[in-house]
């Protein structure tokens, strides 16, 4: 192995050993990969500056700044409320409440949404005396599961229309077959079966629970306003190269304007709260990946995998995902699936197959591998801190009794969706 290439390739091992250990560093540790690359000059800084996804930070930024208005406003924890007292048992409502959790979590991040929800199934459990342990895991892997389904939905997805100039009406349907957002659908469908099945027992009357006072309906207003304008915005930038970031950003501006002129210091408020760590990080992992793409490493990554696979598409297909959901399940998705993306296209490349099944396929078991683990996603890990504090010690056999079923029969559903529909 030549030169740079295996320098790269040691960079790229110790970056994701560290990023293992070091969980609450990985941003840190990431960037010290970068700096050794521009430093060990496999990349010059202006082909790291334009390896970057600008279009998709602008997405990811813009959202996250709309979505932290969308919370305060009230409005996901007032309808979670409405739903739970029109629910008959204690077990439906939950039910009811984890499904809310995954439409919330396609425009609010994961760990915003179980903050949200979280309050509400404690309290129903509290008052039906009952153990809300399984209550808030279901509310943490639900929330996980919607996150690739759209382009706002979580940085995944984001990096998977960078990567394929999917705009937002491509994750619906694209190059005329349906798209990733309804395997995602069919993989929520099957899984509240078996969400139902572990809740039905709890057939406790549920108690009713005050409504939440609603703050304002302008962020929510903002939301659809949004969606709108993305769902256009392909005729005005069909090659995904701009204008989606730039509605989000501008979006995400206005109302941190509009909550800084509602009440002095809302606006920093929501500015302190930005989640600057996983911006820096993704900038980071577009570097990062960009470097093994230009030295060949990826290139080479691809040979290796489609000599243990196979020339056959449906075997690499199954191989993908079933390597995606135990990777994914001890390891963060963004820098895998960032990896992966170039990876799958040169495998599909070398034997003939369409890459777009295989990606899609990747990217699901990738977002929902997360879900086996108290530790495989950032909710997971909130919602488990929020069961500390109630004084309740979750084990991993206890989340993954639920999580392993749940993303098993997701992740086949969802699978054998995507290769009907694209076979």
Known sequence: MEGPKLYCLVVFVVVYVALIVWKSRRTEALWVGVLALLVGRVLSPGEAFHAVEWNVLGIFAGILLLAESFTDSGMPLRIADLLIDR??????????????????????ENVATVLIVAPVALET??????????????IAVSSNLQGAGTLIGDPPSMILAGWLKMDFNSFFWFQGKPSIFWAVQVGAVASTVVLWLMFRKYKQPVTYLEPQKLESWVPTVAIVALIACLAVSPAFDPDFHWLGGTICVVFGVAMLIWEELRGRGRGAKILKRFDWNTTFFLIGVFVLVEAMVHVGLIDDLAGSFADLTGDSPLVIYVSLIALSVVFSAFVDNIPYITTMIPLVRHVAEGVGAN??????????????GGNITPFGASANVVAVGLLRKEG?????????K??????????AA??????????
């Open 125 to 138: 459990a509290r008052r039906a005396n009952i153990s809300p342990v399984p209550f808030l895991i279901g």
């Open 355 to 368: 890459e777009v099944p295989l990606i899609f396929g990747m990217v699901l078991g990738a977002s929902l």
């Open 87 to 108: 629910a008959k048992t204690v077990g439906g409502a939950i039910l009811v409440v984890c499904l809310f959790s995954g439409f919330v979590s396609i425009f609010v």
């Open 414 to 423: 969802g699978a054998a969706f995507l290769w009907w529909a694209w076979r």
């Open 402 to 411: 639920i999580g392993l079923p749940f993303t098993i029969v997701a992740t």
């Open 392 to 400: 309740l010690h979750v084990s991993t056999r206890e989340f993954v």
